[in-house]
């Protein structure tokens, strides 16, 4: 590139726990700029957790967020007419920000009443492997594994 990378932000902690961790998905659950709106339905959702489990639920959610990180995606490229799917490894940034981006999404799509109760469910189905955002992982990875044929095409 001719241009110099630009530089990292600096994100700072959250002011409950003092981790740079719930900042950031805290960031990508907010909508419209809303972050203590954001910051009241992430707490809410921990509160939820840890009222239904009887473990620690900034560990279950810190747990749950790890078991939907995917490791590997695919990536179209078109070679002589034909377009291939080739697994590519996720760099460590974009591991946590898709796995995080997974969570909400999923999240959102869920049928309950109030935005905490939906990412409470998901953070809990998260922890013990089930849910959307741990099967979208799952098919990611499986979509890897049946194109590892092509792996050698990589960029």
Known sequence: MRKSKP????I???PKFNDVLVTKFVNNLMLKGKKTLAYKVFYDAIDIVNEKMEEDGL???KKGLTNVT???EVKSRRI???TFQIPTEIRPGRKVSIGMKNLIGFSRKRHEKSMAQKLANEIMA???EEGGAFKKKEDTHR???ANKAFSHFRF
């Open 59 to 61: 560990e279950v959610w």
């Open 80 to 82: 002589g007419g034909a």
């Open 7 to 10: 530089k990292k932000r600096i």
């Open 143 to 145: 979509m890897a594994e």
């Open 70 to 72: 995917p490791a590997v």
């Open 12 to 14: 700072l902690p959250d």
């Open 126 to 128: 998260a922890f013990k």
